[in-house]
């Protein structure tokens, strides 16, 4: 498996101060990364750094061996597709309009941009929200639109193609989604690995993670306390230390990986 | 002027990702007028050596430019920036030019007086060749220059990373489309004084017709300001012959009223206040 992404004494934060430091990982294409920790943790700060919104404040951060500010804006847009925690986008686009705003940084023609949206709107089950507009849609279905313009953005030419060499970042992305729409979200995730692309995730729901995720990268207080497999660190001493309370861990029925539930 | 003012208002509106952006209310007019009017109180006499138009242009595009990155700068800090801060600082820049406008009237003698005031009401009945050319050329310009970044303003809209995420250069484009307006604005004052809201108006009504895709919003919006501004000067002239009315007057007087009904009306369009 070849490395696409490369952190290496890693600090990033705002305005000089550190809020992650120490940060060290090698991520292979086509594997799902989750990142776990508590609030405030540095979860959402290393997803920003990954898609370069914060510039290291120490050690490295390498795409393909290549320094993240090295890669001219426009390459860098069709290699990394970023989905922010929240959206505020409050300009009346429809749907079709904003899920097209991922098609600017390629130039594959009116034609394959039609097919890659119509497709994408079919994963994340927006099609018939098309010619709705996105300011009246609700918190779940704003959200799949985001999802959506951000996974057009990582196709380059057709649906279908390999996926090698592209990094998908999503910040809290089954937050406002009910049941249905995490298994499809977890569909579309399993299904982009498959084909090379990597993944980079935060998620607060521990089991959609544990069923996603090939290693778990755990934060605490800005500094990395674990990275492994779920079935390595989803364990009811570790959590519990971790988020300080009572949990419980049993592994799924049918599926075996660990599900985490409260110990009321 | 009509073409410029609402190409400078939809430009402004998506650079600041909110409808009530418009080059008046976040200063740049009232640093416009405080240029042109120190240009005209003290320009004339220090330049002689320039024609007054020029004089007076080039004092409008500086207070344009000054106010604009003032309030650009008041108004970001390292977590982005804040429109609401962008308003206010607006507020308080138009009201201190105001008051240093107020102060070269004070100032000023009798002649001078009259001609700032009356430029301030705004108005189109001094059409010199010179001028004339002027305003064409800059129309022309920024025709042109403007809609190139339609998609780039598009993909502003979703906010400033997300932008960057897609591709766009984001601190060269605010950098080029602030220029851009500081321009537009800056020769519209120093011709025709101060335009009240056709740049907040017009591109509202266009966007409630067609959408607020930039690509189609910006070449439409400049097209009804031209027409707009056509049709209030036309009512000017023949109001109350053989007096004219300054049309800013009339923009003002027509526009106030339209733009409360459409903050009545924003939630049916689905805009959400910012």
Known sequence: MSVLLAARGLSAGWGGCPVLSGIDLQLGSGEVLGLLGPNGAGKSTLLRAMAGDLAPLAGTLALEGRTLADWAPEQRARRVAYLPQASKLAFPFTVHEVVMLGRLPHDAGRRADEAIVAEVLAWTDTNHLASRLYTLLSGGEQQRVQLARVLCQLLHRAPDEPLGGRLLLLDEPSAALDLRHQQLLADTVRNLAARGCSVVLSLHDLNLLSSLADRLLVLADGECRALDTPAALLTRAFLGELFGTELAVQPHPLKGYPLVFPAL | ?274
């Open chain 2, 1 to 274: 002027m009509g073409a410029v003012l609402a190409l400078c208002g939809a430009v402004s509106q998506g650079l600041f990702r909110n409808p009530l952006a418009d080059p008046s209310l976040i200063g740049v007019t009232g640093g416009a007028t405080l240029g042109a009017a120190a240009a005209m109180a003290l320009g004339a006499a220090a330049l002689p050596a320039l024609p007054v138009l020029t004089v007076v242009s080039l004092g409008a595009f500086a207070g344009g430019v000054a106010a604009v990155l003032l309030v650009y700068r008041l108004a970001t800090d390292s977590t982005g920036t804040s429109v609401a801060t962008m308003l206010l600082a607006g507020i308080a820049i138009t009201a201190l030019a105001g008051a240093l406008v107020s102060l070269f009237e004070f100032y000023a003698d009798n002649a001078l007086l009259r001609r700032i005031s009356l430029w301030k009401m705004g108005g189109l009945e001094t059409g010199s060749r010179p001028e004339v050319l002027l305003a064409l050329g800059v129309t022309a310009v920024l025709c042109v220059a403007l809609p190139r970044h339609g998609s780039a303003l598009n993909a502003l809209l979703l906010g400033e990373s997300e932008a960057a995420h897609l591709g766009i250069r984001v601190g060269r484009l605010k950098a080029i489309l602030v220029a851009w307006i500081a321009l537009g604005v800056g020769v519209s004052v120093a011709l025709a004084g101060t335009i009240a809201f056709v740049g907040l108006v017009v591109p509202h009504v266009v966007r409630l017709a067609i959408g607020p895709d930039h690509r189609y919003l910006l070449p439409g919006s400049a097209m009804a300001g031209a027409i707009l501004l056509l049709l209030a000067d036309t009512a000017a002239r023949l109001l109350a012959p053989p007096a004219e009315i300054p049309v800013g007057i009339l923009t003002a007087l027509v526009g106030v009223p339209f733009f409360l009904s459409l903050l009545r009306q924003r939630a049916r369009f689905g805009m959400v206040a910012a």
